[in-house]
């Protein structure tokens, strides 16, 4: 029997042998991202991300008292030294994250990006908010954070506007993975690798099916606060070179193909065209 070297495949050699893009999507996204600095981001951006903040901050204190927060509490904290809004309990970044954005999604008055039914406050605001209090994070890189998350969100709504929900899942829910994942990279100034493995990961935390309008069940509402934790977990993985897909949005089994209706959109421009020139995030819209 012959015995001969057996040559490893590389990760190049690999791609050799399927149809992937040079570039992808989530690549595109990623270094526009991580090239950003707050003086890039236009006054009307900052605007709309200070009225979601405000929003955000309100709607965690008008349902602190809610029997579903303290059930969150109660299950789901985690010490650390974190802020839960309207609650002397400090906690880790992800109990954060998922606590907080289970308020401000819970009653149902956070901010939409108008046309679509994605809401980027809910989860981009806690996970971003807490990550720059655990990681003493200064209000420049919080912004940055903020502002990346946000455009995300709201650019991978226009890729599939209504598939989503016709698939069976909560764009808030799936998309806001993803978004979190990216807004928690840039504000922790990870590299564009970095936040494309991030962005992949989030791919496999991303759920939330709509199941919730059966009966007027509680899920609906952790659905943002698991979102944005989902999307620090992903991050800090991101950071230690865990692997995630860079194929995570156009892929043949890709976020889209798993989360939108059957047929896979081919729109994938709306997330990477203009980037930096049209922002999506000023056009946040508050309800009454």
């Known amino acids: 029997m012959w015995v001969g070297k057996v040559e490893k495949p590389t990760i190049e050699r690999t791609l050799d042998m399927i149809d992937l893009p040079e570039t992808s999507v989530s690549q595109n996204f990623s270094a526009w991202a991580t090239s950003l600095t707050g003086d890039l981001i236009p006054e009307d951006v900052q605007i709309a991300i200070g009225n979601a903040l405000l929003d955000y901050a309100g709607l965690c204190v008008s349902a602190k008292n809610l029997d579903y927060v303290g059930a969150m509490i109660r299950a789901c904290s985690a010490p650390g030294n974190c802020t839960v809004i309207g609650h002397a309990i400090p906690v880790d970044v992800a109990s954060a994250a998922l606590i907080n954005g289970t308020a401000a999604h819970g009653e149902d008055y956070d901010d939409t990006f108008e046309g679509t039914p994605v809401h980027a406050g809910a989860v981009i605001m806690p996970v971003v908010l807490a990550a720059a209090e655990n990681f003493k994070l200064a209000g420049d890189e919080a912004l940055r954070g903020i502002a990346v998350g946000t455009e995300l969100m709201c650019r991978m709504a226009l890729v599939a506007p209504t598939g989503i929900h016709r698939a069976g899942f909560h764009p808030t829910a799936v ?52 979102a944005a934790q989902s999307g620090v977990r992903a991050a800090l993985l991101g950071r230690e070179s865990f692997m995630g897909p860079r194929t995570v949005m156009e892929g043949e089994h890709g976020f889209f193909f798993g989360f939108s209706s059957a047929t896979i959109p081919n729109n994938f421009s709306k997330i990477t065209e203009d980037l930096g020139r049209h922002w999506h995030a000023a056009n946040i819209a508050f309800k009454p």
């Open 175 to 226: 998309i806001g993975a993803m978004g979190a994942a990216a807004g928690v990279s840039a504000a922790l100034g990870s590299t564009k690798q970095q936040m494309t493995d991030a962005i992949g990961i989030a791919g496999s935390f991303a759920s939330g099916i709509i199941e919730y309008l059966a009966e007027g069940s509680w899920t609906k509402r952790l659905h943002a606060g698991w």
